[in-house]
Every structure is written in C-alpha cells, then in structure tokens.
C-alpha cells in the first residue's frame, strides 16, 4: 500500500533541516549566556581578543563572527559550525561547559539520559 503525501500551505515549501536548528538552538543559548554578562558582540570579541590564556595570541573572533554564530550561520572556508578551538575560547570566556553551549543546561539534560 502506497501513501502518497502532499504537505499544503507553508509545510508545502518547507523542508526540515535538524542542523540549521541545531545551529540556531546553539547560537541563541551563545548569545543569551553573552548578553547574561552584560556584554555587546563589539565587547564580547575584545574580551576574546585580549584574553592572554591562550598561546596562540592571533586567536580572535569579530564581531561579524560572532553574529554569524549566533544566528546560527557557518563563517570561514572552514565548513564547521564552531571548531573545537573556537568552541573552547567561548567555553573559557562565558564560563561554561562545551557540553551546556552546545546542548543547553546541564540539568536539562538529565530528561533524556
């Protein structure tokens, strides 16, 4: 038995892409956990630029980027979403783990283990 399904009005062009949720799900908790902090993106990129941590001192992210992330958007010649260093730099400067930027709270996650 064949069922033929044939999606009317706005599903009718919409496709469903789990990764452009997923990167605008990660982006908005990033600039929710910035503005937290009481910081613009203009702020936010000093405070990366200037933080000393790290060895490589060219690390940056631009403002630019940084709203590219947040509205969920892949930047660069690198086809990743956020590399793992990148990842790191705003795990270190919004204090908070790699796991809680990418899948939310922590105690949120207790519902699906």
Request: aromatic share 10%.
């Amino acid at each position: 038995m064949k069922i033929d399904y044939k999606p009317k009005g706005l599903m009718k062009k919409q496709k469903l892409d789990f990764m452009k949720y997923q990167y605008e799900e990660i982006g908005a908790r990033i600039k929710e956990y910035r503005i937290s902090q009481g910081l613009g993106q203009d702020d936010f990129s000093e405070v990366i630029t200037n933080k000393i941590d790290y060895e490589e001192k060219e690390v940056s992210i631009q403002a630019n980027v940084m709203s590219s992330i947040e509205n969920g958007k892949i930047f660069g010649k690198n086809k990743n979403f956020l590399p793992d260093k990148t990842l790191q730099i705003l795990s270190d400067v919004l204090k908070k783990s790699k796991v809680e930027i990418i899948f939310g709270k922590e105690t949120d996650l207790s519902d699906f283990r």
